[in-house]
C-alpha cells in the first residue's frame, strides 16, 4: 500500500460511521501487540481549547528536550497534521508502512465475523502503534468526541488528564445539559490519578469534581484571579502568572491570539506544574520561548496584515462568542467582510445572531462534508435573520481570489467548520504567496 492508496483507505472507511464504544478499537489495539499499554499519555478532553492547550504542551515539552507524539483532529489541509513527533507530520511513507500493518490485523477481524473498525478507531490505532515504535517518550492524545466512549479512551494509566472548557456541541450524543456533557468528557478520567480542570461552567465543573472524588482522582482547576492579561495586540499578549510556582514564572508572552487563550494558557501551566512535581525536567525557559513562538494554524489566525486575513474554526456557540470577543479586542468598531461556512448539525441561528452584526458583507461557502449546509442555503437564512445585510452564495471557494483586494484595508475574516478553512487556508496560500 502506498501513501495514496492508505489515504483512500482511510477515507472509505468513513462508510462505516462514528460508533461510541470501546470494544471494536481495543480488539484492533490487542492484536498489534496493545502499545497503549507502553506509552506515557497525557489525554485531554474539552469541548473548546484542546487543541490550543495540546499544542501549547506539546511546544513546551518538546523545547524541553522530550521526544514528544501529538494526536489531534481534525487535520486542516493535509491528513499528516493529525499525527506528529517533536512538532513533525508523520511522513508519507509511515503513514504507507502502518496502516498497511493495521489492515492485516482489520482483515483478520472481517474474517472472524467482527465489525469493521471505523475511522477514526483506524487512525487512533494506527497512531498508538506508530509512537510505540517511534519510542516517544510522552503521548498527547486529544479526545474526538465527548471522551467517556471515544476511542482514545483505552488509556488505562495515563500520566496526567486535562479537561478544557465544556460547553454545548454535540448534543445529540453528549447531552442537552452541562451536567451531562461534563459527564461523557469526565469519561477519561482513571482511578487514582491525576486530571487538571479549566475553570469552566460551574455545572460543569460540579460533575468533574464529583468524578474525581469518586475515582479518587487528584484535581487541581485553574484560578482565573492567578492569571493577569497585562496588554494584547495583534501580534499577541503580555500576560503574568501571579501565583508562586515551580518555574519562578512571572511575565511572559503568548503568541496565540485571544482572550479565550488566556485561561487555556492558565490550564497548561498548571498541567506543567504537575509534570515537574512528578519529576519531568521542564524550565522556565522552556516554557516562555514555546509559548513565544507557538502557532496553531485556522484557530483566530492572522494568515496576513496587508490586507487582514483571519482563519478561525469556531464552530460551536462558544467558538463564535470568542471570534466575536477578539474581532472587537483587536479591531475595535472596524466592519469585517465574513466568508463563512458550517455543518448542518451546527447551531447555524445563534453564529449568525453574533457575527452578522460585525459583518458590512457576507459571503457564504459550502464546506468540504457531507453534513455541510450549503452555501445558498445559508445565503437565504442569512436574508431571513437580515435582509438588509449584502450577501452573496458562492459555488467554489476559488471564487475568493477575485473577491479580495491584495491592496485593501480590508478585514477578510473566514469562520465556521474546519473542513472550510482547511480548504480556504491552501487557495489562500496561493493566493497571497
Known sequence: MNYKEAIEYIHMTNKFGSVLGLDNILNLLDRLGNPQKDLKVIHIAGTNGKGSIS?????????????????????????????????MDIPDEDIAYYLTEVKEKINE????????????????????YYFKEKNVDIVILEVGLGGRLDATNVIDDPILEIIASISFDHT??????????AYEKGGIIKENSKVILYPSHKEAL????????????????????DIELIKTDIDGSELYYKKENEFGLEKFRLSLLGENQIYNVLTVIKALETLKKD???????????????????????????KPYIILDGGHNKE??????????????????????????????????KKLIPLSKKIYTLTPNNN??????????????????????????????????DKNSDEIYAFVGSLYLIGEVRTKLKNLIN
Do not use: W
Not at 445529540?172 to 456533557?181: A, D, S
Not at 455541510?372 to 481570489?401: C, F, G, P
Open 55 to 87: 499544542t501549547m504542551l506539546n511546544g513546551v515539552l518538546t523545547q524541553a528536550g522530550y521526544n514528544v507524539g501529538l494526536y489531534t483532529s481534525p487535520f486542516l489541509e493535509k491528513f499528516n497534521e493529525r499525527i506528529k513527533t517533536n512538532n
Open 109 to 128: 477481524m472481517i474474517s472472524e465475523g467482527l465489525n469493521h473498525p471505523t475511522e477514526f478507531e483506524i487512525i487512533t490505532a494506527m497512531a498508538l
Open 172 to 181: 445529540e450524543y453528549l447531552g442537552n445539559t452541562l451536567r451531562q456533557i
Open 206 to 225: 460540579d460533575e468533574l469534581i464529583r468524578i474525581s472524588k469518586e475515582k479518587n482522582t487528584s484535581y487541581i482547576i485553574g484560578n482565573k484571579r
Open 279 to 305: 519529576g519531568y525536567k521542564i524550565n522556565k525557559c522552556n516554557i516562555e520561548k514555546a509559548l513565544t513562538n507557538i502557532h496553531f494554524n485556522g484557530r483566530f489566525e492572522i494568515f496576513n496584515k
Open 319 to 352: 467558538g463564535i462568542e470568542s471570534f466575536v470577543k477578539n474581532i472587537k479586542l483587536y479591531f475595535k468598531d472596524k466592519k469585517i467582510t465574513l466568508f463563512f461556512g458550517m455543518l448542518a448539525d451546527k447551531d447555524i441561528d445563534s453564529a449568525l
Open 371 to 404: 453534513r455541510a449546509y450549503t452555501s445558498k442555503d445559508m445565503y437565504e437564512k442569512i436574508k431571513k435573520v437580515d435582509n438588509h445585510i449584502e450577501a452573496t452564495y458562492l459555488d467554489e471557494s476559488d471564487e475568493i481570489a477575485s473577491i479580495i
